[in-house]
């Protein structure tokens, strides 16, 4: 009789199983991925306790089902509302990813400060100890006596705490410091942060408690552990920003609940993440007065348009090669942008170095900033300097043809709210803005004519 295989090769990207080695992955063709990790047998597979939060559902009509409003429960912040799309599901399986000391701990701690005022939250962390826990809640303030904190990392006694106390909110920090006995390998593997996902889970749906799942990345910036660990979830945050600057962003790359297009902002203080209400207003703080080479434009996220300043400078290489530079936009775009100044504007750049950037850290590939790209350029290049009351927005394609963008009301109107009396826009996306009083709208067709109002 053929004895049962006890170790099998995972892929660390999708999650792939094969008996064997294998340079390339079969599922996703990435190189090198596959690790060798013991399985866990068909007997005790079958007995996996969380058996016990699977929900007995039959075939149902599609004419019987009422599609209601889900009642959404509220985290106390706005911003991270807005990202979730309203608010926390009920029975939803959250994963919230970001690098080392973004302040993921942090955002779920403060989250439980408002959760826990008439809701029962269980915080269980794998990588702290309760008095780790204590003294960083004591930095963010008072805590209601409801909060629940408790250190494991066995899923099995993680479910019983679960079952006794019966909680509305469970965050686990993080999913690869847990664990199944049933799984042999280690904390962090491919199985055992496949198996542990899939209990919480059933879990979730089961009791119908909102999960809050912290994972670690990877030095390419996605989840660590098997991309199915995404599928599985029903939302994936991604906290981003640089860990030594102010701000954090909150990005929802997926959302069975919402839109995947908001984002929110946030400000790291002595007593924790601060919410950003007015993005502009923060991202445009401390711009250059009559420095040439900066130009505002405006980004949409989701519903919400965020101007930013775009700065280039531009100036006589000393090399054979010009050098170019892009940081917090696409760098090939920004190569793009240059040779259609260089052959439908007759602005010389072949023999210059640039440099783009994307002020305050912000990272933005939206086509609406090409051409605020472009007047920076050519700011930078003839060392004029753009009105400081101007906006500047919109796609340019390689005919030199500036197109039109979308939302462009809610762009004008923030424009107009933080004070700017004049704005460059494609001639195209004029329609409908007759009514907006207050701010001198200039509709453009082409790079030529943008630039001539330089």
Known sequence: MAKGKTVAFFCQECGYES???????????????????????????RSAPTKRFRNTAEPCRL?????????????????????????????????????????KSTLLLQICHTLADGR????????????????RADRLGSFPKELLLMCETSLE???????????????????QTMYKEEVS?????????????GALMQIAKGLGVSVFIVGHVTKEGVVAGPRVLEH???????????????????????????????????????????????????MLNGKPQGASGSVVTCSMEGSRPILLEVQALVCRTNFGMPRRTAAGTDYNRVNLLMAVLEKRAGVRLSDCDAYVNIAGGMKMNEPSLDLGIVMALVSSYRDKAVDEETIVFGEVGLSGEVRGVSMTKQRILEAKKLGFRKCILPKT??????????????????????????
């Open 429 to 454: 996306s004029m329609d409908g803005l007759e009514n907006v009083k207050g701010i001198s709208l200039l509709g453009v067709a082409g790079v030529r004519e943008a630039i001539a109002l330089l």
């Open 232 to 282: 599985m979830v029903d939302t994936v945050l991604y906290f981003e920003g640089d860990r030594y600057a102010a701000y954090r962003i909150l990005r929802a790359v997926k959302n069975r609940f919402g839109s995947t297009n908001e984002i929110g902002v946030f400000e790291m203080r002595e007593k924790g993440l601060i919410e950003v209400k007015n993005p502009s207003e923060y």
């Open 19 to 45: 008996a064997k080695w294998l340079g390339q992955c079969p599922s996703c063709k990435a190189w090198n991925t596959l690790v060798e990790e013991p399985v866990a047998s068909a007997k005790t597979a």
């Open 63 to 103: 004419s019987e089902i009422t599609a209601g409003e889900e009642e959404r429960i509220s985290t106390g912040l706005a911003e991270l509302d807005r990202v979730l799309g309203g608010g926390i599901v009920p029975g939803s399986l959250i994963l919230v990813g970001g690098d080392p000391g973004i302040g």
């Open 120 to 135: 029962k939250v269980i915080y269980i962390s794998g990588e702290e100890s309760l008095k780790q826990i204590k003294l």
């Open 185 to 197: 390998s280690a904390p962090g593997s491919v199985s055992q942060v496949r198996e542990s996902t």
């Open 157 to 175: 006694s993680i479910e019983a705490a679960i079952e006794k106390e019966k909680p509305s909110i469970v965050i686990i920090d993080s999913i």
